[in-house]
């Protein structure tokens, strides 16, 4: 079965950190572009850091710039973000992406809480 999942969220203070980890079964990840995105309740979804599958080049939103950092171990078939310095406005449903020319997938999500 092709699928991502995501797993690393949880309840966080203010200022917290915390690693999110977007694992690929059943395809390799090295040949898509990742995306990682997050929707809050009553939000739309957005994007929040990508990283290419060929020269590792890497983009992020201006709210995380600088806090956040995606990578990609290749070797694992798993791209992660750290999330250092949160934020309660960090709080919300972060989802991973691969993407290819028209083949997309996204995982499940995994619920992040910035709250002390």
């Known amino acids: 079965q092709l699928q991502l999942v995501e797993s690393g969220g949880g309840l966080v203070q203010p200022g917290g950190s915390l690693r999110l980890s977007c694992a690929a079964s059943?395809?390799?990840?090295?040949?898509?572009?990742i995306g990682w995105f997050r929707q809050a309740p009553g939000k739309e979804r957005e994007v929040v850091s990508c990283i290419s599958n060929d020269d590792g080049s890497t983009v992020y939103a201006d709210s995380v710039k600088g806090r956040f950092t995606i990578s990609r171990d290749n070797a694992k078939n798993t791209v992660y973000l750290q999330m250092d310095g949160l934020k309660p406005d960090d709080t919300a449903v972060y989802y991973c992406?691969?993407?290819?020319?028209?083949?997309?997938?996204w995982g499940q999500g995994t619920q992040v809480t910035v709250s002390s």
């Open positions: 992406n691969a993407n290819r020319g028209g083949t997309t997938f």
């Open positions: 059943g395809f390799s990840l090295d040949i898509y572009a």
